[in-house]
């Protein structure tokens, strides 16, 4: 890996060289919320309405094995922005801020001499825009709309969404099982104002380098989708997973009395609010044709982490069954990615960052100040087949129920820890685990991950293994501002490391 680390600096170098004597390329990151790999034509769906991404999946290269590095939305976004593991970031709940220490993408890229605009989700959760000269706000569009709503009434009769009150309400009703529409228009879509924000945002600096990001809410529950896009699938025709027969205890009680029909109604929500979020995908990437600077624009996009869509018996993420945190990235550069390829190396969203400014030629370091050191690796070699993987397995972790995953090819180790007192965020499963948990996965044999195999003697060498390699995780790079206590057994170790920071009682 360090001979890795030594040629992608070399190739950074080379390239700042090469940037002085040419226009310097742009970057734009689209990121989705809750979309599944699962729900994307590109990746094989025969439900997802995705021309827009299926096209930007055309022209890019498509990572079939990308893993966030939390299965929820704030401790991941933080993440891939930072280039920097969760529990070494700091955000690892889901309200806590990111810090002014943060170093990001976006401030090493202002300091590069780029323009930098956010529109959208960014789950910053603070007035701090971290390196964005702009950043256009949820509640932002929530209060263009109140001042302003919409002079068109709506067709006679049609049904729309309540407001949203998850976990108030039966899981039915805020997971949109009823199959509604927002109750708005298009043109009154807070995504469709952020796409808006983006592109005049771009034709602002259509000469100067610039890197946007977008967080569009879709298809986050409860599933917006506009008024003209209601009724595009029939909920009767939609498959319900049956979940395996170790599930029982695991899923959610929130969830335990949903219905088939519920269930259909969910997933028709679902990839509805997935053909609205790709009109705006669409939006977004059409502005740099016509601009003309689709050719030196780098587009990044991704789903921030997963999504279950009744496998397993679940309708979220917060977990690490493959569909949680496992998501859709795609990358696109003409003429420096390949149009059409793929991948199957295992890859992780904290190696985004140092992708980004690999191919942008800026270097890895701050002219001034500190080293911040990047957790990822730049996948720059990897797309160019100089190399056929950047690590033998990925991890994610997961503060709130104190667990944290490892995956190597083959098999899966999670770990949870043996305290009770853990924030289930609402979804407390039918069975709490009593002490610490582990469980393994054979994904060769077992894909669907219908049985834990830590239960087989003969998987003990197996498990014990990828423990060490968790372990190894934490002692080298230590939760934010701790040095890891002596003494510790493994599992001690484990415990103390997963642990959630900034909670009384709890830590720091």
């Known amino acids: ?52 991404l299926d096209r930007l999946a055309a022209s890019g290269v498509r990572f ?74 949820p509640r932002e569009a929530q209060k263009r709309f109140r001042e302003h709503g919409s002079d068109r009434p709506l067709p006679e009769g049609l049904d729309v969404l309540p407001p949203w009150r998850p976990f108030r309400d039966h899981a039915r009703i805020w997971l949109n099982g009823f199959y509604r529409p927002l109750g708005r228009y298009d043109d009154d879509m807070p995504d469709t104002w952020y796409a808006r924000e983006a592109i005049s945002f771009m034709k602002a600096h259509a000469d100067e380098p610039f890197f946007v990001q977008v967080g569009f809410h879709e298809p986050h529950s409860p599933f917006w989708f506009p008024v003209e896009f209601a009724g595009r699938y029939d909920p009767k025709d939609m498959p319900v997973p049956t979940p395996g027969p170790e599930d029982a ?63 397993h018996g679940r309708f979220e993420k917060h977990c690490f069954y493959e569909r949680a945190v496992r998501a859709p990235l795609v990358m696109r550069f003409p003429g420096r990615i390949q149009a059409g390829a793929s991948t199957e190396a295992l890859v992780e969203f904290v190696d985004i960052a140092p992708t980004v400014l690999d191919y942008l030629g800026v ?56 305290n009770d007192d853990v924030n289930w965020l609402g979804y407390e499963p039918v069975e709490r685990p009593r002490g610490p948990e582990v469980k393994l996965f054979d994904l060769a044999r077992d894909p669907e991950e219908m049985h834990n195999a830590a239960r087989d003697p003969a998987k003990a060498q197996i498990v014990s293994v990828l423990l060490d390699k968790l372990v190894e995780k934490y002692r080298r790079i230590s939760p934010k501002g701790e040095p890891p206590p002596p003494d510790l057994s493994r599992l001690e170790f484990l415990d103390w490391a997963i642990a959630p920071r900034n909670v009384p009682g709890r830590g720091k």
């Open 249 to 311: 205890g695991q899923i959610p009680k929130i969830f335990v009395d949903l219905t088939h029909e519920d269930k259909q109604g969910i997933i028709a929500s679902y990839h509805t609010s997935v053909a609205f979020l790709d009109l705006n995908v669409g939006r977004v990437l059409s502005v740099l044709d016509e601009l003309n600077l689709a050719d030196n624009t780098l587009v990044v996009y991704l789903g921030d982490h997963g999504y279950h869509l009744g496998e």
């Open 1 to 52: 890996m360090s001979r890795l680390i030594g040629c992608i600096v070399s190739l950074a170098a080379v390239s700042l060289a090469q940037g002085a004597q040419t226009t310097r390329p742009n970057v734009l990151i689209i990121v989705a919320d809750d979309h599944r790999y699962e729900a994307y034509g590109a990746y094989g769906s025969k439900l997802a309405q995705t021309p827009n």
């Open 64 to 137: 079939d094995r990308a893993y966030a590095n939390s299965p929820m939305c704030t401790s991941s976004r933080q993440s891939f922005l930072t280039g920097r593991y969760p529990h070494a970031v700091g955000v690892t709940l889901l309200r806590h801020a990111l810090d002014d220490e943060a170093w990001t993408l976006a401030e090493r890229l202002r300091e590069a001499g780029y323009r930098t605009g956010a529109f959208g989700k960014m789950h910053f959760n603070s007035s701090k825009r971290h390196g964005f000269e702009v950043h256009r706000t």
């Open 363 to 418: 270097p890895f370091d701050r002219d001034e100040g500190p080293v911040r050191d990047l957790h990822g690796f730049s996948l720059q070699p990897l797309v160019e087949g100089r190399i056929s993987a950047v690590r033998d397995a990925v991890f994610s972790e997961y503060q709130p129920t104190e667990e944290a995953m490892i995956r190597t090819e083959r098999y899966k180790l999670i770990y949870g820890t043996s």
